[in-house]
């Protein structure tokens, strides 16, 4: 019985220890890796999409830049474009929409300080620019097979970039 016991003991923790570290190698990107994997895959972010039937927008642009910086640019019904930067570095949190209906396909990336996103407004009948500070930005996903695939490839962005700060903060010395 006891033989019994220490060999069920000993398959769980194998079970568990071949496990885990099947999870960490899955994930395994490096950001740039990411990075090319989105944007490689950028035509499923060009697409038409609709808040309701007063709130119609289109994506024109996708991509990021310099492994760092994400651009979005977006048309809406209303003869506006607005462009978005964000600074990846500073990706905070990844998060899904409400289970409402209303987002589905939607990713919303948050930044940690609204310093590090950027919103210009762009009217395009009087030429006129208005600039903001903003620290979340949604993204839509017009493919419902890439939808998770995209969404993993932001998660593991966020992490790299939380593990990133981290190590920055550790050479700096900074205990806080």
Do not use: C
């Given at each position: 019985?006891k033989t019994?016991m220490?060999?069920?003991?000993?398959?769980?923790f194998?079970?568990?220890t071949l496990f885990s570290?099947?999870q960490?190698s899955?994930n395994?990107?490096?950001?740039?890796?990411?990075i090319?994997?989105?944007n490689?895959?950028?035509?499923?972010?060009?697409?038409e999409?609709y808040y309701?039937?007063?709130?119609?927008?289109?994506t024109l642009?996708?991509?990021i830049d310099?492994?760092r910086f994400l651009k979005i640019?977006h048309?809406?019904?209303q003869?506006?474009?607005?462009t978005?930067v964000?600074d990846?570095?500073?990706?905070f949190?990844?998060?899904?929409?409400p289970?409402?209906?209303v987002?589905?396909?939607w990713i919303f990336?948050k930044?940690?300080?609204d310093r590090?996103?950027?919103?210009?407004r762009?009217d395009e009948?009087?030429a006129?620019s208005?600039k903001?500070?903003?620290?979340?930005f949604?993204?839509?996903?017009?493919?419902?097979?890439m939808?998770?695939?995209?969404?993993?490839a932001?998660?593991?962005?966020n992490?790299?970039?939380n593990k990133?700060?981290?190590?920055?903060?550790?050479?700096?010395?900074?205990?806080?």
């Open positions: 019985m019994k220490k060999n069920l003991a000993l398959l769980i194998l079970a568990v570290n099947a960490d899955s395994d990107a490096t950001w740039e890796e990411t090319d994997f989105l490689e895959n950028d035509s499923f972010f060009l697409a999409w309701n039937k007063a709130n119609h927008r289109k642009e996708f991509r310099d492994y640019k048309k809406s019904y003869k506006y474009v607005s978005y964000v990846l570095d500073h990706l949190k990844v998060s899904l929409p289970d409402n209906g987002y589905e396909n990336l930044v940690s300080s590090y996103g950027k919103l210009e762009l009948e009087t006129k208005k903001y500070d903003a620290d979340v949604s993204v839509f996903i017009k493919d419902k097979l939808y998770p695939r995209i969404l993993k932001f998660q593991h962005l992490y790299l970039a990133k700060r981290e190590k920055e903060r550790a050479a700096s010395g900074s205990k806080f």
